[in-house]
T-cell receptor, first 116, second 116 residues
Framework: GAVVSQHPSRVICKSGTSVKIECRSL??????MFWYRQFPKQSLMLMAT?????????EQGVEKDKFLINHASLTLSTLTVTSAHPEDSSFYIC????????????FGPGTRLTVT | RKEVEQDPGPFNVPEGATVAFNCTYS??????FFWYRQDCRKEPKLLMS???SGNEDGRFTAQLNRASQYISLLIRDSKLSDSATYLC?????????????????FGTGTRLQVTL
């Protein structure tokens, strides 16, 4: 089946620093990758959608200058949380899809970010 | 009104019980529907798609009522391993400046705890 990896799985950083999270599709080409955020006891909230080779489309209320997304290849997307603050502490999950093969999204295992 | 609404639970049931989860969605133009399962601190995993005619996968039965904008999941003969949060997910096509995009919207989930 389709496998998506994320790295790192957990990260603790100090307030004001930047953190980069990688999302890779291991056995398929991801024409589209999605970044979600999930706070405790809440649903997954879509942050942005990125198509390979083009700029990401951000959901309303998500600051594009704070959450930098790069999708330079068909197997890799990165999310950089710039100048992280404690309120950015959350579970960040990516998913990937090849639109030629349908709507199903394959989720990565998530990255738990804690900003101290 | 939330786009996808679910009873948060928790549902505490004994092993072997039958349990039903309900979900309503607000966008009448929604395209496709899914149930995902999410274990604690893990990524969501697709449990099953939901079709208009209703569909069954082993102990799991999903139903969709487009007129009422209502989705259900029935679990028969509950197992301890069924304990998880069940997420109702709706796929919408949204018009954007950059074209039409497919987007998954997640409910907050219903927590199930199966006990001995």
């Amino acid at each position: 089946g389709a496998v998506v990896s994320q790295h790192p799985s957990r990260v603790i950083c100090k307030s004001g620093t930047s953190v980069k999270i990688e999302c890779r599709s291991l056995d398929f080409q991801a024409t589209t990758m999605f970044w979600y955020r999930q706070f405790p006891k809440q649903s997954l909230m879509l942050m942005a959608t990125s198509n390979e080779g083009s700029k990401a489309t951000y959901e309303q209320g998500v600051e594009k200058d704070k959450f930098l997304i790069n999708h330079a290849s068909l197997t890799l997307s990165t999310l950089t949380v710039t100048s992280a603050h404690p309120e950015d502490s959350s579970f960040y999950i990516c998913s990937a899809r090849n639109w030629r093969e349908g709507y199903e999204q394959y989720f990565g295992p998530g990255t738990r970010l804690t900003v101290t | 009104r939330k786009e996808v609404e679910q009873d948060p639970g928790p549902f505490n049931v004994p092993e072997g019980a039958t349990v039903a989860f309900n979900c309503t969605y607000s966008n009448s133009a929604s395209q496709s529907f899914f149930w995902y399962r999410q274990d604690c601190r893990k990524e969501p995993k697709l449990l099953m798609s939901v079709y208009s005619s209703g569909n069954e996968d082993g102990r799991f039965t999903a139903q969709l009522n487009r007129a009422s904008q209502y989705i259900s999941l029935l679990i028969r003969d509950s197992k301890l391993s069924d304990s998880a949060t069940y997420l109702c997910v709706v796929n919408d096509l949204k018009e954007r400046d950059t074209g039409t995009a497919s987007k998954l919207t997640f409910g907050t989930g219903t927590r199930l705890q199966v006990t001995l």
